[in-house]
């Protein structure tokens, strides 16, 4: 089984930035959407944001204004750029990749691969 690695959650305050990294080992990055999803206990997996292999994003209504997404295929990375955190933003952050999947279909179906996510913390 192919696992994501996340990296770069930490406590930030209010109004703080942080930038998430995910490593994704698996061949031929350039044919995957990637990108990030966010869970609190006890509630629902939300969706944050994806990027499509030839730069196509998308993002979660929550985090548009706020949150980046970006990724580098000669690294097999994914990035997300977390600006003006809110307490509201605290979860585990889990990257995902999927093979030959829109955006679209990212955000709504399922994906191949997952990270153990890393904990992001937002101080009011």
């Known amino acids: 089984q192919v696992q994501l690695r996340e990296s770069g959650g930490g406590l930030v305050q209010a109004g703080d930035s942080l930038r998430l990294s995910c490593a994704v080992p698996v061949q031929s990055f350039n044919t995957y959407t990637a990108g990030w999803f966010r869970q609190v206990p006890g509630k629902e997996r939300e969706f944050v944001a994806a990027i499509h292999w030839i730069g196509a994003t998308y993002y979660g209504n929550s985090v548009k204004d706020r949150f980046t997404i970006s990724r580098d295929n000669a690294k097999n990375s994914v990035y997300l750029q977390m600006n003006n955190l809110a307490p509201e933003d605290t979860a585990v952050y889990s990257c995902?990749?999927?093979?030959?999947?829109?955006?679209?279909?990212?955000?709504?179906?399922?994906?191949?691969?997952w990270g153990q996510g890393t904990q992001v913390t937002v101080s009011s």
């Open positions: 995902a990749a999927a093979r030959l999947k829109s955006v679209q279909q990212f955000q709504t179906g399922g994906v191949d691969h």
